[in-house]
C-alpha cells in the first residue's frame, strides 16, 4: 500500500554533511509517523530520528542529537535526515520507516512500512 525510495547516500569524509531523502507513494493519506533508522554489520537496528506527520513532533536518537535534523515536506510526501558533523561510527544502512496509526514511534516494531534502504559511509 505505502512504497519508501531512499536516496542520498554515498561516502564522505568525517566531519562532513549528507542530506537522505526518502520518498513515499501509494496509499500515504494515513501516515502518522515516519522516521530513520541505521544499521551496521551485527548490530541492532537503531532509532535515529522521527517526526509525526500532521504536528511535526520531533525525537532523536542519543547518538545524534544536535548533528542530525528531520525534516518533512506534507505536500511531496517527503521526509528528510540532514546529517551534520558525520563521525565513523554513524557508518550504516539507513532506512526510512512509515507508521500509519497514532502510537509509538521509535521502535522499529512501531512501523508498518519500509524502504530499501541507503548505505552511508563515513571515513576517517
Known amino acids: 500500500q505505502v512504497q519508501l525510495v531512499e536516496s542520498g547516500g554515498g561516502l564522505v569524509q568525517a566531519g562532513g554533511s549528507l542530506r537522505l531523502s526518502c520518498a513515499a507513494s501509494g496509499r500515504t493519506f494515513s501516515t502518522y509517523a515516519m522516521g530513520w533508522f541505521r544499521q551496521a554489520p551485527g548490530k541492532e537496528r537503531e532509532f535515529v530520528a522521527g517526526i509525526t506527520w500532521v504536528g511535526g513532533s520531533k525525537l532523536y536518537g542519543d547518538s545524534v542529537k544536535g548533528r542530525f535534523t528531520i525534516s518533512r515536506d506534507y505536500a511531496k510526501n517527503t521526509v528528510y535526515l540532514q546529517m551534520n558533523s558525520l563521525k565513523p561510527e554513524d557508518t550504516a544502512v539507513y532506512y526510512c520507516?512509515?507508521?500509519?496509526?497514532?502510537?509509538?514511534?521509535?521502535?522499529?516494531?512501531?512501523?508498518?512500512?519500509w524502504g530499501q534502504g541507503t548505505q552511508v559511509t563515513v571515513s576517517s
Open positions: 520507516a512509515a507508521r500509519q496509526s497514532p502510537g509509538g514511534w521509535t521502535l522499529p516494531s512501531d512501523y508498518d512500512y
